[in-house]
């Protein structure tokens, strides 16, 4: 892992104040797990003072972690606004990858900025509890012949993604991991 950018501790911090929570009542993650650990990414970024902050810490980490890219995106909802937000600190482009393939006009897969082959892409999303959804995003722009050069989550849940990419030959570093917020990590399923 890269040493933490100086941006960190104030991306941390909302993140940690306006985006996490415990319950009392465990809740289903996406990979069919229980948790007590709640975290809502969107809600720690929901204003563009907050969106620029954390967009500012992924932006470093990449640099810190020497990925470098052309364009940054991910699966829809979950990485839109971090993307949005990444692009607009970095002036690089932004995607889109849609869940379902558009059904109309040119039935793309992926909105945004055009993808092409050799496009260098980095990867995010909000919280990442064992990557499924990035590999699907990451399926997408690589069928296109985009080089994914990197995925950067603002939360990773567990360890499981990691070794995901890694496979993949793919760099990953979390913003902010589940040792950070002090959680108990989802396991591989």
Do not use: C, N
Request: hydrophobic share 40%; net charge negative; charged share 25%.
């Amino acid at each position: 892992m890269p040493e933490r950018p100086e941006t960190w501790q104030a991306a941390f911090d909302l993140i940690r104040t306006r985006g996490y929570e415990h319950r009392e009542e465990p809740f289903r993650l996406a990979s069919g797990q229980l948790s007590h650990d709640y975290i809502d990414g969107k809600f720690a970024i929901d204003t563009g003072e907050r969106m620029a902050i954390v967009s500012r810490a992924v932006a470093d980490l990449a640099a810190a972690s020497g990925i470098e890219f052309d364009a940054v995106g991910g699966l829809t909802m979950g990485a839109d606004p971090l993307a949005h937000g990444v692009a607009m600190v970095t002036g690089k482009a932004w995607f889109s990858v849609r869940k379902e393939q558009k059904s109309r006009g040119r039935e793309q897969w992926i909105e945004g900025t055009r993808l092409e082959p050799g496009t260098r892409v980095l990867l995010v999303d909000d919280v990442i509890s064992t990557g499924g959804s990035t590999e699907i995003a990451y399926e997408r722009v690589t069928a296109v012949g985009a080089v994914v050069t990197g995925v950067i989550p603002m939360v990773d849940r567990g360890d499981v993604a990691t070794g995901r990419f890694a496979k993949r030959g793919v760099p990953f570093a979390a913003l902010v991991t589940y040792r950070d917020l002090g959680i108990e990590p989802v396991k591989d399923v």
